[in-house]
């Protein structure tokens, strides 16, 4: 059973069209990250968000996370080709002695121009 | 800031031979580092936990003595996969946490190919 569980797998979507990425878990996790990675590169890290009930922005990216820190959210507004790739939810358990992580299995996303 | 180096990015070895990849952070100190292994279109997984001066920990299931980690010092951690079989093939990444804990930048990863 994955702790963090993301949804959709796989997104293949217009250019132009929105669309949102969910990170869902039973636990409460004291922050969330979303990374993006391309193909035969590491992650890069896109956003961290800590209090409950947070909205970030980054240029069309909009990064919620849950009032009750059990959920997270990404919305990407107007997709572009360049948005392409693999999007990874990340958690830090609390009860996670040594900050290890925890990674949601991933969005494919694809942007066809 | 917070960038970490891999190398090499790509290595090609024969069965049974060793191979080590580095990890460096370039403009930080980092106690912690992770090392992840990531097959295509998956998630990472990790598979240790390397701290500087200290023993790493590793995750249920991935064998200490087949792959050994050092963290000799505060900017570089090694990843030794010690006879390395055809499914070792993998694509190996580390991270280094930032200064805020739960953050974690990571290396470009390195293609790991056994024949």
């Known amino acids: 059973t994955q702790l963090l569980e993301q949804s959709p797998q796989f997104l293949s979507i217009q250019e132009g069209e929105n669309l949102t990425v969910y990170c869902n878990s039973s636990s409460v996790f004291s922050s969330l990250q979303w990374y993006r990675q391309e193909p035969g590169e590491g992650p890069v890290l896109l956003v961290t968000v800590v209090t409950g009930g947070e909205v970030k922005k980054l240029k069309r990216l909009t990064f919620q996370f849950g009032d009750a820190r059990k959920d997270s959210s990404l919305h990407i507004t107007a997709a572009q080709p360049g948005d392409t790739g693999l999007y990874l939810c990340a958690g830090a358990p609390p009860w996670e002695y040594g900050n290890k992580l925890v990674f949601g299995a991933g969005t494919i996303l694809r942007v066809k121009s | 800031g917070a960038v970490v180096s891999q190398h090499p990015s790509w290595v090609i070895c024969k069965s049974g031979t060793s191979v080590k990849i580095e990890c460096r952070s370039l403009?930080?100190?980092?106690?912690?580092m992770f090392w992840y292994r990531q097959f295509p279109k998956q998630s990472l997984m990790l598979m240790a936990t390397?701290?500087?001066?200290?023993?790493?920990?590793?995750e249920q299931g991935v064998e200490k003595d087949k792959f050994l980690i050092n963290h000799a010092s505060l900017t570089l951690s090694t990843l030794t996969v010690t006879s390395a079989h055809p499914e070792d093939s993998s694509f190996y990444i580390c991270?280094?946490?930032?200064?805020?804990?739960?953050?974690?930048?990571f290396g470009p990863g390195t293609r790991l190919t056994v024949t």
């Open positions: 390397s701290n500087e001066g200290s023993k790493a920990t590793y």
């Open positions: 991270s280094a946490r930032g200064k805020r804990d739960y953050e974690q930048y």
């Open positions: 403009d930080f100190q980092a106690t912690t």
